[in-house]
């Protein structure tokens, strides 16, 4: 019932997943329940993210192994990771307007989710029959993230006036280690599947069927989304900002300086990362399945490092988080120097990289929903990424 009260202690403990019952809760120290479907909803929203990593791990992972199966060569296999970002980067600015005039975050989210699963289809039906033209596969994976980078900006909106900020930091890391798991996962399936369909001699089978996987979680996503509850359709006094007034109220917040170091930060990773792919493919001449386990090796280092990062949500800042990632990270590019290093140490590597990535990634999701206000927040986000 609505007017539920609830031990604000299990509520941090057990509503993450939804396992604990109205009548398993002591009655102490209780606190309001502001929103009826808060279970239903944490637990959708995890379902949700967990439909995403499966695309993500499936279909997103596979782009440039794909360039590279279809003999575009490494150039086009770093730039199918960058290029189609910057583009898509460039489409999600209509996502203020287009919250605006769907009047719903959720609808919103739902309609950029549904983009990201079609943006599959030519994906796999060029891997189907054996040929697709490079720019209709920059052209998909471009709508693939115009269509993630506008469900950000809507996302984080909604997500504010849905999961109470007590409970916020625990959710969250418990929900980034279920859904990292199922990454990794996805990533070693596929890395079996193209090892065994290269043996054939038939690696874009494998790409057609992981591509078709993908699109069907994302659309799994979308439906998820439509049946989560929307305490707040749009925040009061929404409003679509334009770049100059965006950056006023970035330089007016008190975590302002974060997000610009963030940018500094995305610049920074977006030089070399991209090329992580053509690199061990080529030079170093790892099969499929290696290199789709030292990628799933850095997903299982992010889960293991979330329950620590969990225990400490309350002590550590979003500024301590950003401190400790941004200096590891400063370390990993010179660590893949070594060309010659045997397997194990690139797996060190990958694991070192998972580690601060998810402390990264946990202080990236703190400065987006505080940093900034909810009615100014998706205009904000837009202009910033």
């Known amino acids: ?169 625990r959710y969250f890391s418990r929900r980034s280690a279920v859904c990292n798991l199922l990454q990794w996962s996805s990533m070693l399936l596929a890395g079996y599947l193209l090892n065994q369909a290269k043996a054939i001699s038939a690696p874009l089978s494998a790409f057609a069927v992981l591509f078709v996987l993908a699109g069907a979680s994302r659309a799994a996503g979308a439906f998820l989304m439509s049946h989560q509850s929307e305490p707040e359709p749009l925040p009061s006094g929404f409003r679509v900002l334009g770049i100059r007034d965006c950056w006023g109220a970035l330089r007016s917040s008190p975590q302002g300086g974060l997000l610009l170091y963030i940018l500094a930060a995305q610049f920074s990773l977006q030089i070399a990362v991209p090329y992580l792919v053509p690199y061990l493919l080529g030079p170093l001449k790892l099969s499929y399945a290696a290199l789709m386990g030292l990628m799933a090796t850095a997903v299982l280092a992010r889960i293991c490092a979330l329950p620590m990062l969990e225990k400490n949500t309350r002590h550590w800042s979003a500024r301590r988080l950003l401190k400790l990632s941004g200096t590891g990270l400063c370390v990993i590019p010179l660590l893949w120097l070594w060309t010659q290093g045997p397997l194990l140490y690139y797996g060190a590597i990958q694991i070192l990289t998972g580690s601060l990535m998810a402390c990264y990634d946990l202080a990236l999701l703190f400065v987006y929903l505080e940093a900034i206000p909810a009615p100014d927040r998706a205009s904000a986000l837009s202009r910033f990424r």
């Open 1 to 169: 019932p609505p007017d539920e009260s609830i031990d604000a202690e299990q509520e941090d403990e057990g509503l993450s997943f939804g396992l604990i019952s109205s009548t398993s809760i002591p009655m102490m120290n209780p606190v309001r329940v502001r929103n009826p479907n808060l279970r239903k909803d944490l637990r959708l929203i995890t379902w949700e993210g967990c439909s995403y990593c499966l695309m993500s791990g499936m279909g997103e992972s596979s782009f440039a192994p794909f360039v590279l199966a279809m003999k575009y060569g490494e150039q086009w296999a770093g730039l199918v990771a960058t290029l189609p970002v910057f583009l898509g980067s460039i489409l999600q600015n209509a996502s203020p307007h287009g919250i605006l005039s769907f009047g719903s975050l959720r609808r919103w989210s739902v309609f950029t989710v549904s983009v990201q699963a079609v943006a599959f289809l030519p994906l796999a039906l060029g891997a189907h029959y054996g040929e697709l033209s490079l720019l209709l596969i920059f052209a998909s994976v471009s709508l693939y993230w115009a269509g993630g980078l506008s469900t950000g900006a809507s996302w984080n909106t909604w997500m504010d006036s849905v999961v109470p900020k007590t409970i916020r930091g």
